[in-house]
């Protein structure tokens, strides 16, 4: 059965808070098996049958809200989208090296021509973007603390709702599961 992998907004964030027990307990009762956490920030490992990532997402969020009471936001990849994200290279390896940080934003759908001019004008000599399928990397120089862009600056700008995580670890989610 394939593998699939669960990012989830608005987990343990502010008021929000979600045990990972409770979150592994409601992801097998929603019929998947296998089910993981990793770290305690909505990352969710799990088996299905199902084959269409987006009728997960649609159909894990509204499960959710209906458990939890607010709407969390959804986004799935395969193992082999997981693996691919991993290996892209975004960036020259001297931009990486003395960068502070690199995100890496799950979005809701492919970005539009319009919206990827729109994220282009959000660059800085601190912050810089490259889109790939539905993910977005960011290039963070400086403390991101620093910037002036975040995930609600995103949404807002470009209209894609995402949930970002840093690089690491999603490198750390696809050595452990993606072997």
Known sequence: MPRYFAFLRAINVGSRT????QLRLLFGSFGFSGVETFIASGNVIFHSAAQDTRKLEVSIARQLETAFGFEVAVFVRSESELRKIVAYKPFPSELLR????LNVAFLADYPTAKQNVTLHQ???????FVVHDREMYWLCREKQSDSKFSNAVFEKAVGIKATFRGMATV?????KYCV
């Open 18 to 21: 979600v045990k990972m027990d």
């Open 122 to 128: 959000l660059k800085s000599d601190i912050d810089d």
């Open 98 to 101: 003395e960068a502070k940080a």
């Open 171 to 175: 490198q750390k989610l696809a050595a």
